[in-house]
């Protein structure tokens, strides 16, 4: 996926990231969104950079490749430890996850 093809809402920018704290290991999120997540030798999910590398830095986000936006939601939604974020990268609204308004 490349930066031009991010997912937007209302035609602005989105990124994910992971609060490892909650996460609870499932694995959903990398079920959903394989491009996306990973679950890391420590249980844990991670988001991964669009170059496909695991981003192990606390609340390190990535961009929602447009292509792959519903399964990033549905992510979110599922998530048995509400530890998924999507927000606007202009403002950082949540608007998919726990703090979504």
């Known amino acids: 996926m490349t930066?031009?093809?991010e997912a937007g809402?209302?035609?602005?920018?989105?990124e994910v990231?992971?609060?490892?704290?909650?996460?609870t290991?499932?694995?959903?999120c990398a079920q959903y969104a394989p491009e996306?997540?990973?679950?890391?030798i420590d249980g844990l999910a991670y988001v991964k950079s669009p170059d496909d590398e695991l981003l192990q830095v606390p609340g390190a986000t990535t961009p929602v490749p447009l292509p792959?936006?519903?399964d990033v939601?549905?992510?979110a939604k599922e998530c048995p430890g509400d530890?998924?974020?999507v927000r606007r990268v202009s403002d950082k609204v949540e608007v998919f996850g726990p703090d979504a308004e």
């Open 73 to 75: 939601t549905d992510s």
């Open 3 to 5: 930066v031009q093809q």
């Open 17 to 23: 990231w992971i609060d490892q704290d909650l996460c």
């Open 25 to 28: 290991g499932d694995g959903i």
């Open 83 to 85: 530890c998924i974020h």
């Open 9 to 14: 809402v209302d035609g602005e920018a989105l």
């Open 68 to 70: 792959l936006l519903r």
């Open 36 to 40: 996306v997540f990973e679950l890391d």
